[in-house]
């Protein structure tokens, strides 16, 4: 949709601001099912968020093929940092929930306050228009018709089982870990 009908910026900030929406509904939900359905939601919002960034990205560097790389490497810092900061806040002392002191769901509110700024920056980022091409309106088939090359469908199924194993990955890791008796204090946020 972002390559053919809408700016890749607008859908860059509709869909964090709708990830946001589902992390602070999560935050306060108690069942199994309705948290798979949140989480499965947020993850479907936020999968596009990389891609919207790619794509933002390469249409406004002036060098693309030199430059992505050192953006890609901040994003991945940007990822990593705020769940060692949150870290290294546990290991500085327990959170008493007695006390009223924050919760695990916090961390949910956090997160969903996080995608609420970028949602809000995503609106200041240079606009990104599709790339319309007269009499294919019917873009999203033809993308489908691609799968038809066999380097095309190596690279949906590859990224297809990477986006199936991510949420199952940052998700459970933490429970395999605590199973496995690592230290309260190791275990990432």
Same mark, same amino acid.
């Given at each position: ?10 859908? %860059? ?6 990830? !946001?929406?589902?992390? @602070? ?17 947020? @993850? ?28 890609? &490497? ?8 705020? !769940? ?10 327990p959170i008493d929930l007695s006390t009223?002191?924050?919760?695990e769901a916090d961390l949910f509110r956090? !997160? ?19 790339? $319309?091409?007269p009499g294919n309106v019917a873009a999203?088939?033809?993308?489908? $018709? &691609?799968?038809?090359? @066999? ?25 395999? %870990?605590?199973?496995? $008796?690592?230290?309260?204090? @190791?275990?990432?946020?």
């Amino acid at each position: 949709l972002a390559d053919r009908y809408f700016p890749a910026e607008r859908c %860059l900030a509709v869909a964090a601001g709708l990830a !946001g929406v589902a992390l @602070w509904v999560l935050a306060g939900l108690t069942t199994p099912a309705a948290v798979f359905v949140a989480t499965l939601v947020f @993850w479907l919002l936020a999968a596009p968020l990389f891609l919207l960034g790619t794509a933002v990205c390469f249409a406004h560097l002036p060098r693309p093929e030199g430059q992505f790389g050192s953006v890609r &490497l901040w994003g991945t810092v940007g990822w990593m940092v705020p !769940g060692w900061l949150l870290l290294l806040a546990r290991q500085a002392g327990p959170i008493d929930l007695s006390t009223g002191g924050a919760s695990e769901a916090d961390l949910f509110r956090l !997160g969903a306050a996080f995608a609420f700024v970028l949602s809000l920056y995503a609106l200041t980022l240079p606009r990104t228009p599709p790339r $319309r091409q007269p009499g294919n309106v019917a873009a999203p088939l033809a993308a489908l $018709r &691609l799968l038809r090359g @066999w380097p095309f469908a190596v690279y949906c199924a590859c990224a297809l089982g990477v986006w199936t194993t991510l949420p199952f990955a940052t998700q459970a890791t933490p429970l395999l %870990l605590a199973q496995l $008796r690592v230290p309260d204090a @190791w275990l990432s946020p």
